[in-house]
């Protein structure tokens, strides 16, 4: 079946600092990929997303490139923010939205 | 406009009861999709509905059902509850089945002791 691998955290950045955080896929076909966020007593956001290889999401300064050959969608920003701080998820789904498979989330911490 | 709201917040339960949570999707949209997310496990998809009708089931044992309301509306039902059910329980709704972003809400904080 269909699975999400994604970096323990959490992850402590300083302010200004690049951050990556990998997320690797095993799956039929070709998925939809996403990256959802969940900051502190909310439910998730969508981030971002890529429907077919190649295929770059971007949203609010967060990139992540959706690699076929190595099955990764690695999400990266280049300077982080403390109200960044906050639960990343990858997930991936064949039919659009619908039964989203998710990773079990990194959480980022920003200090100033 | 409202996004997706869950009720209750907090639920306690003690083990063999059963838990019921509820859901309202946003307004114009017809699909709702349940996900437990227990710790260390991640979020785990359990069912979705579109259009009054069950569309696909998530791994999980037949005590775990719910049903969707012509107004779109959600009950996520857990009989015989057990300890490992204890997690939190989100809601999400979409516009159109499988092509529209889903929303998700903040959730139902369920606890079996």
């Known amino acids: 079946g269909d699975s999400v691998t994604q970096m323990e955290g959490p992850v402590t950045l300083s302010e200004e600092a690049f951050l990556t955080i990998n997320c690797t896929y095993t799956a039929t076909g070709y998925p939809s990929l996403f990256w959802y966020v969940q900051y502190p007593g909310e439910g998730l956001q969508l981030l971002l997303k890529?429907?077919?290889?190649?295929d770059k999401g971007s949203n609010k300064g967060f990139e992540a490139t959706y690699r076929k050959e190595t099955t990764s969608f690695h999400l990266e920003k280049g300077s982080v923010q403390v109200s960044d701080s906050a639960v990343y998820f990858c997930a991936l789904s064949h039919s659009g939205y619908s039964t989203l498979t998710f990773g079990k989330g990194t959480m980022l911490l920003v200090s100033p | 406009e409202a996004g997706v709201t869950q009720s209750p917040t907090h639920l306690i339960k003690t083990r063999g009861q059963q838990a019921t949570l509820r859901c309202s999707p946003i307004?114009?949209?017809?699909?709702v999709y349940w996900y437990q997310q227990a710790l260390g496990l991640g979020l785990q998809f359990l069912l979705w509905y579109d259009e009054g009708e069950e569309r696909n089931r998530g791994n999980f044992p037949p005590r775990f059902s719910g049903r969707q309301f012509p107004n779109y509306s959600s009950e996520l039902n857990v009989n015989a509850l057990e300890l490992e059910d204890s997690a939190l329980y989100l809601c999400?709704?979409?516009?159109?089945?499988?092509?529209?972003?889903?929303?998700f809400g903040q959730g139902t904080r369920l606890t079996v002791v």
């Open positions: 999400a709704s979409s516009s159109r089945t499988g092509n529209a972003e889903a929303f």
């Open positions: 890529a429907t077919k290889a190649d």
């Open positions: 307004s114009g949209h017809t699909s």
